[in-house]
């Protein structure tokens, strides 16, 4: 039995795991963020966008010690400060987003370059 979890389930449970994550990124990409934007308008999500980029670079240069998590929660509370109403799912998402952006060469790891 041990042989068995340790060759066919822990892989399996993995695959799994990374499978539904994977799910969940594109469940949030092809709705959470439209709905958002459609939530607050144009102006609105683009003025949260860039606050939120803002954000980012001040955590950066402030806390360039801290890791990646310490970062973005601090970021999250700079934001749920200005805009309370927003889920931290939403403002999480969006800094993944942000974190991640499009190169020639296809999608760079930011956090790998960064630290966030």
Not at 27 to 41: C, S
Request: charged letters at 20%.
């Amino acid at each position: 039995m041990e042989i068995f979890m340790e060759l066919f389930l822990k892989p399996v449970l993995y695959l799994l795991g990374s499978v539904l994550s994977g799910l969940a990124i594109f469940a949030v990409n092809a709705y959470l963020i439209p709905y958002l934007k459609q939530k607050l308008g144009d102006d609105k999500y683009n003025m949260l966008l860039s606050y939120i980029r803002m954000c980012m670079s001040a955590a950066e240069e402030r806390y360039p010690d801290w890791d990646g998590g310490m970062k973005s929660e601090w970021v999250i509370e700079q934001i749920k400060a200005k805009y309370p109403s927003l889920d931290n799912e939403y403002v999480q998402t969006l800094i993944d987003g942000l974190m991640q952006p499009l190169s020639i060469d296809g999608v760079i790891n930011h956090h790998e370059q960064t630290g966030f």
